[in-house]
């Protein structure tokens, strides 16, 4: 029989219920043993072992707790843990278990963890694929989150916008993912999840209905029409018109939070879907429209709580959120606002670089550079990188840089130091994008099959660009 230590996490849990149930103290220490009278130990045997029995099932259930959340936000998700739904519902063939274990929903995002256990020898290696399966996702395009027509999702119907393999939760037989996806009106249809096999596709209904609270707010008298707004604890969507043209789009959008703070719409968003492009009557044919509306939405870093909302700031309109009939002119710090930079081109393939010191001006950051380890302090936080290495330092603790092991990170050009933009971006958490009217272009001729001559643009390098930071 194994030996377990009641220094394990739920064994320590279960040791307590049985104690508190039975009334007989387990003792670790192998010098303090329980001696009882034979009668009294057998009737608390029988006692015992039914409490075991049914406490063992209850921290069985929760050792299967995934946290769906954990997987997905950052920080406190207590206020809003409860709405996550735990379906555990399972469809079989005789060769693959198909289970949606968690649903999280605020009828426009939804968040999934969900599981395929092999059932026989064939399907485990058609599962596993016969190999270690560090990052191997072969079979998850057998999976697919298909909503019924009438919904949109972020990459229509069809595969996941986003999953990834739970690789430390794997098994000898079962694996597991995460999934995230955002739609127009999750509630709308049902949704399935499937798994395509051999024997005939296992499919089950995904639960969409939701106990999370949204606002939807309509905020009147901008320049290029009406800006519609709903916003949610993980989330929010946009319709916004702006000048045809114009790079504004989101980055004239604030909250004021009820603390006082105003944050940048780059500041609460962790993902950004695509910005769709919205019919408007000036744009109809045979008028003339000098704005276009957008639609986009972003998911938050954190959960936000509806109540750390004070108002919402367009342009110089505040609004507030629990009227936005009520409004007033803003006037905001122009750290808040892009500004553009001048980046450098080095190498073809090596993308942006950008001016560390100009970046960290324009933010209000401060920074120091020894010509070895460059350090930043922003919004509460203090990093440090040096030159060559793979990784930096977040308040002391190392992270990785989601970068390609070929990409340089830092450089030295004409005695300014410059930092991959990529970089930058995440280690700060801000936004950028490049002007590509502002760079040189060299045509060359690429080979094509057709015999038809065909050339291609490249940015001549090196040369200087304008780019776009956005706070």
């Known amino acids: 029989m194994k030996n377990y230590s009641f220094n394990d996490k739920n064994l320590g849990n279960i040791k307590k219920v049985f104690e508190e149930k039975t009334g007989v103290q387990l003792n670790t220490s192998q010098e303090n043993k329980v001696y009882m ?17 049914s406490i063992t099932s209850v921290f069985a259930a929760m050792s299967f707790n995934f946290d769906v959340f954990g997987e997905f936000f950052r920080g406190d998700t207590s206020h809003i843990r409860s709405t996550v739904q735990t379906p555990r519902e399972q469809v079989s063939d005789k060769r693959f278990t198909l289970t949606l274990e968690e649903v999280l929903t605020d009828n426009r995002y939804i968040f999934m963890v969900y599981s395929v256990e092999a059932l026989t020898d064939d399907a485990l290696k058609e599962l596993m694929g016969g190999d270690e399966l560090i990052y191997d996702n072969a079979f998850s395009y ?10 949109i999702t972020g990459t229509g119907v069809g595969y996941p916008r986003y999953a990834r393999e739970l690789v430390d939760r794997r098994t000898e037989t079962v694996r597991y993912w995460a999934y995230y996806d955002e739609m127009e009106d ?3 249809e049902p949704m399935t999840l499937r798994l395509e096999t051999e024997d005939g596709d296992l499919i089950i209904t995904v639960p969409t209905d939701t106990a999370i609270e949204s606002k939807e707010l309509t905020l009147m008298g901008q320049p290029y029409g009406d800006t519609y707004v709903r916003l949610s604890p993980l989330g929010i969507t946009l319709k916004k018109g702006v000048k045809s043209g114009s790079p504004t789009l989101f980055t004239d959008v604030f909250f004021r939070m009820s603390n006082g703070e105003v944050k940048t719409f780059n500041q609460l968003k962790m993902f950004m879907s695509p910005a769709s492009y919205v019919m408007n009557a000036g744009d109809l044919p045979g008028r003339v429209s000098d704005y276009t509306s957008y639609q986009f939405g972003a998911r938050f870093h954190d959960v936000i709580p509806l109540s750390d909302f004070k108002s919402i700031i367009v342009g110089n309109t505040e609004y507030d959120i629990n009227d936005p009939t009520k409004t007033s002119e803003a006037t905001l710090n ?29 933010l209000g950051a401060e920074m120091s550079w020894d010509g070895a380890t460059l350090t930043v302090s922003y919004r509460g936080s203090t990093y440090e990188m040096t030159f060559d290495s793979r990784t930096y330092e977040k308040d002391g603790q190392v992270m990785a840089y989601q970068l390609h092991e070929s990409s340089y990170i830092m450089l030295v050009h004409e005695d300014t130091l410059f930092m991959n933009d990529t970089a930058i971006q995440v280690i700060l958490g801000i936004g950028g994008y490049q002007d590509y009217n502002s760079a040189e272009y060299i045509k060359e001729p690429v080979e094509s099959s057709s015999g038809h001559d065909m050339w291609i643009s490249r940015p001549v390098t090196p040369q200087y660009v304008r780019y776009y930071v956005i706070p």
């Open 37 to 53: 009278k034979k009668k009294v130990f057998k009737t608390v045997t029988i006692a015992a072992a039914n409490v075991l029995l």
């Open 142 to 151: 057998n999976i697919s989150v298909s909503p019924s027509p009438g919904i």
């Open 186 to 188: 999750v509630n709308a």
């Open 334 to 362: 122009e750290k808040l606002y892009p500004f553009n930079v001048m980046a450098f081109l080095p190498v073809r393939g090596q993308g942006s670089f950008l001016p560390v010191k100009d970046v960290c001006d324009g």
